[in-house]
């Protein structure tokens, strides 16, 4: 006979320790481009309360450990894994996500060229993909082809739509790089 | 968006996704995004050992923090049945399906072994790390190699299960050759590893009925086993997956995590959600562990004299899963002398199912690894060996095929690859300081067709609607669907809203094994064709009957107009023909027949085909392999949407390079764990891994294949790319490596 060894040590703990976690925290962010006020126990992270808390589910849950990039949303314009952010931690940030990059009806030009390039299949890493491009064209360090496809490895698909998806990043980078 | 255009939308346009806009706007929800009232969260906790019995499972922590309602187990879990049968979903292999929670014993590791149910995801996984558990171990063995010693040939086949035919006297031939060669490869462990993680959403709806939103392939599969596994009465069960987040058949048969979650629900009578963790997805369905011995010969000239090509999987303790590996060398190429065995073997682990392409992305790849060996041992170009040996029938059945445009294929393909420029001897091709490998393959898969239900509903302003119970997971079905409506009623395609991923719909085969395109298009042709026949109906009660009783073949239908073919002037809206009869809408469901006319014919192959052509630049001091190129020519009939249908070979295409180069589940034998289950060690294709791949449709019509001359796409990327990609390895190295992935510490020390 033996006793189990933990299989994730990172969630063991003691009883005790959840005392701490469990008390809410009042928090605030905007979220596309709207304040939302939370109390939130500090273990809550980013995807999961948009998820759980807020219903946008458009980001999505790939790995929960920072390996997939399916998470992806911008936080003052910079890409994050939000698998990997503790809301709490940010409390007052601007959080922007899939549901907020259309204009109403029209769609955001990545969100268009991916549909017009077939960058997706089953759509799952889709929301995280498009996130991860715009925080790429918004650090500006990629320009060729090249760049795109290292600059974007974070952001696994399984369906293999990774050509389809670098072409459509290419083309609204190129767009926007024209005069 | 593009405006909508009154251009009527045929099959054969590349026309846009038409889930697209839900999916890039992050509006369309998969299994875990449903909302739910009182919704409780499930942590499924997973066993430590790979054998052996549970002697306690300690709870009393997790029982104690506040917001857990539950910690269900074996010991207090709901009542389930006690025979086999009830549990056999209707994709099930010959053998006793694993029942969760339904007593102490261990079969493999990371079983799940008991659910903390909480009122929010982070108390259920705190309190789930909280469980202890005592176990009394049994020796495991999970080590293929080993169980090899005890391999057999299953006696009782799963359906669709081909056994290989011998002819000929393989032995004998292969004995008197003296140009042979023989060797054995290795394929690993692969887990599907869909980006969306297995989920489900259990809603509990109070009066006896739940909404079963899951991650499947098969709604009306899932709601026939939970109906017999939880006594539900099927009406009250409904399954729905409208978005399916890739599955490559880890969602074919019912996965534990629905299970789970409707056993919670109907234990709590409340909502109830259940998601793995990415590495729980590594404790499920996976592609079987694999050796294939191969040994051919030839003559002087390349003919192959013999084939003998045996193959091992592995399976499970419990069930029988088998796959068609060894058949598909002996379908492909001319040889009168053929044998081949199929065994499996059984280790600890979950029992391992279909995987994108089952039976040939592993048979056909590794077969094709053998070809390139005999043709350098014959000394002649593997293309033109390939041309040597090419069979125009089923070489293992000796029948027909209804189409093989293989040659042509070959042709294309090596044209656009510019395969004349390959210098055959290895390392004689350099950019820079990489050398430089061209390899090539084929491949092959069935094209499957399945007979199903859809239901249409014209309205008179010509909005109409398709329906079926069947599933998109990422192939572009709602495209398919939508498309072939259009084409038949002459509609453009934003005026067909295409449904699906609801049991409740008409009867529809789960999605699987490329069949869908075929076999929804012509149930969606069929019900549409029945739908214009019925306006015809309506349109001559029209006063002085405009269209003279015209029939469907009288009349042309576009611009929701039907118009006389002999007199385009003469033309009737389909609003004033619905008014005329008094119909608010036409409404019909049809299931088409087996197949077309094949009735009375003799029997024939359907198969769709591949030449694949790989570029590789391999950096020797570091062992660095780049795939640089791939050029893939695919005969595969009628394309629907080549769109669509071009996006299903890039990602086959991706996922054999990622078979060639990355994907291997690591397992320690001694605790019978796989090890790398997460996505940071289990590699997977990334995009620095993937640069130029181009898609040839060859032009193949087959008029009698399938109802609407099309064969199915989804598989076939996959069959061979892996081999194309490790022959070009050879050709810039020198190197035979025969146990995939080709890791570069296997290049640095070969
Ligand atoms: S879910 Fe955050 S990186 Fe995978
Ligand atoms: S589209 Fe399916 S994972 Fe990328």
Redesign the pocket.
């Known amino acids: 006979m033996d006793t189990r060894v933990h299989d994730d040590p990172s969630h063991a703990g003691t009883a005790s320790s959840v005392a701490g976690a469990r008390e809410a925290i009042p928090i605030s962010l905007i979220i596309n481009g709207r304040q939302r006020h939370f109390a939130i126990e500090p273990w809550v992270t980013l995807l999961d309360l948009l998820r759980e808390q807020e219903h946008l589910t458009g980001t999505k849950k790939g790995c929960d450990h920072g390996q997939c990039g399916?998470c992806t949303v911008l936080i003052e314009g910079k890409r994050i894994n939000s698998c990997l952010v503790l809301a709490v931690s940010r409390d007052g940030a601007q959080v922007t996500t899939i549901e907020g990059l259309a204009d109403g009806d029209r769609l955001h030009p990545l969100q268009q060229a991916f549909v017009e390039h077939d960058a997706?299949?089953?759509?799952?890493?889709?929301p995280g993909?498009i996130c991860s491009a715009q925080g790429l064209i918004n650090e500006g360090h990629a320009s060729s082809g090249n760049e795109v496809r290292e600059l974007m490895s974070g952001n696994?698909?399984?369906?293999?739509?990774y050509t389809n998806?670098a072409a459509a990043i290419m083309e609204v980078l190129d767009k926007d790089g024209a005069p | 968006m593009t405006s909508p255009t009154l251009t009527p939308t045929r099959i054969g346009d590349p026309v846009d996704r038409v889930d697209g806009v839900a999916?890039v706007t992050g509006q369309a929800r998969y299994a875990a995004e449903q909302p739910a009232d009182r919704l409780l969260y499930g942590w499924v906790v997973s066993s430590s050992i790979a054998k052996g019995r549970i002697v306690a499972i300690h709870d009393e922590d997790a029982r104690a923090i506040s917001g857990v309602v539950e910690v269900m187990t074996h010991v207090n879990r709901p009542q389930l049945p006690r025979f086999d049968h009830s549990y056999k979903d209707a994709l099930c292999v010959p053998g006793s399906p694993f029942r969760a929670l339904y007593d102490e014993r261990i079969l493999f590791n990371a079983q799940p072994i008991a659910v903390v149910l909480a009122d929010s995801l982070e108390v259920a996984r705190y309190a789930a790390s909280l469980i202890e558990v005592d176990y009394e171990r049994e020796t495991h063995n999970t080590d293929f190699t080993v169980a090899l010693a005890d391999r057999f040939v299953p006696q009782d086949k799963r359906s669709g299960f081909e056994a290989p035919k011998n002819r000929g006297d393989a032995q004998s031939a292969y004995g008197a050759a003296r140009c042979k060669i023989a060797a054995d490869f290795h394929l690993p462990t692969h887990y599907h590893n869909?980006?969306?993680l297995h989920a489900t959403t259990v809603v509990w709806e109070g009066d006896g009925r739940i909404t079963v939103y899951d991650k499947t392939q098969g709604p009306q599969n899932v709601q026939g086993y939970l109906s017999a596994v939880f006594g539900f009465s099927p009406e009250h069960v409904r399954v729905k997956n409208p978005y399916v987040?890739?599955a490559f058949g880890s969602g074919l048969r019912p996965q534990y995590q629905v299970y789970l979650a409707t056993l919670a629900a109907k234990m709590l009578e409340r909502s109830v959600r259940v998601v793995l963790t990415r590495q729980q997805m590594f404790s499920h369905v996976h592609r079987p562990e694999a050796v294939q011995s191969v040994a051919l010969a030839t003559d002087p000239s390349g003919r192959l004299q013999a084939i003998i090509n045996d193959a091992a999987t592995s399976t499970s303790r419990f069930e029988d899963y088998m796959e068609t590996v060894c058949d598909w060398g002996l379908m492909n190429y001319a040889c009168e002398n053929a044998s081949a065995e199929y065994t499996i073997a059984r280790v600890d682990t979950y029992t391992s199912g279909d995987m994108r392409a089952p039976g040939a992305a592993t048979g056909m790849t590794l077969f094709e690894l053998a070809v390139d060996e005999m043709a350098y041992a014959a000394n002649i170009d593997p293309l033109e060996f390939r041309l040597i040996n090419y069979s125009d029938k089923n070489a293992m059945d000796d029948t027909p095929f209804t189409s093989k445009a293989l040659r042509e294929a070959y042709a294309q393909g090596a044209a656009k690859f510019g395969w004349s420029r390959r210098t055959p001897a290895p390392r004689s091709m350099k950019d820079g300081r990489e050398l430089v490998g061209l390899g090539l393959a084929t491949g092959m898969w069935d094209a499957l067709f399945r007979q199903m239900a859809v239901h249409a509903r014209l309205l008179p302003n010509g909005d109409l609607e398709v329906a079926t119970a069947g599933s998109d997971i990422?192939t572009g079905t709602y495209t398919v669907m939508a498309q072939v409506a259009a084409d038949t009623l002459g509609l453009p395609i934003e005026k067909v809203t295409a449904t699906l991923g609801d049991s409740s719909l008409p009867e529809s085969p789960a999605e699987g094994g490329s069949s869908m395109a075929a076999s929804v298009g012509a149930a969606v042709q069929v019900a549409c064709r029945a739908v214009a026949e019925k306006l015809l109906v309506a349109a001559d009660q029209i006063e002085g009957q405009p269209l003279g009783g015209a029939r469907l073949e009288d009349v042309t239908l576009a611009h929701g107009r039907i118009a006389l073919k002999s007199d385009p002037a003469r033309s009737i809206s389909f609003g004033d023909a619905m008014s005329a009869a008094g119909l608010e809408t036409i409404e019909v469901e049809d299931t088409p027949a087996s197949r077309s006319g094949s009735s009375g014919q003799s029997r024939k192959s359907r198969n769709t085909h591949s030449a694949i052509f790989a570029e590789v630049k391999v950096d020797e001091e570091l062992g660095v392999v780049r795939v640089t190129r791939i050029v893939i020519a695919v005969a595969a009939a009628r394309i629907i949407n080549p769109k669509t249908a071009r996006s299903q070979i890039l990602?086959g295409v991706v996922m054999g390079i990622g078979m060639a180069l990355h994907e291997e589940a690591l397992t320690d034998h001694r605790i019978g764990r796989c090890m790398n289950r997460n996505l940071g060690e289990y590699h997977i294709p990334a995009h620095a891994d993937i640069r130029d791949i181009e898609v040839i449709f060859v032009d193949e019509p087959d008029p009698e294949v399938t109802p609407l001359g099309v064969k199915g796409v989804g598989e076939i990327g996959i069959v061979g790319t892996a081999a194309a990609v490790i022959n070009a390895i050879f050709h810039a190295t020198g190197k035979r490596v025969r146990s995939l992935p080709v890791t570069l510490d296997k290049l640095l020390d070969s």
Request: hydrophobic content about 25%; charged content about 10%.
């Open positions: 399916a997706l299949q089953c759509g799952y890493c889709t993909q696994l698909c399984r369906c293999g739509a998806i | 999916k869909p980006m969306e987040g890739g990422g990602g």
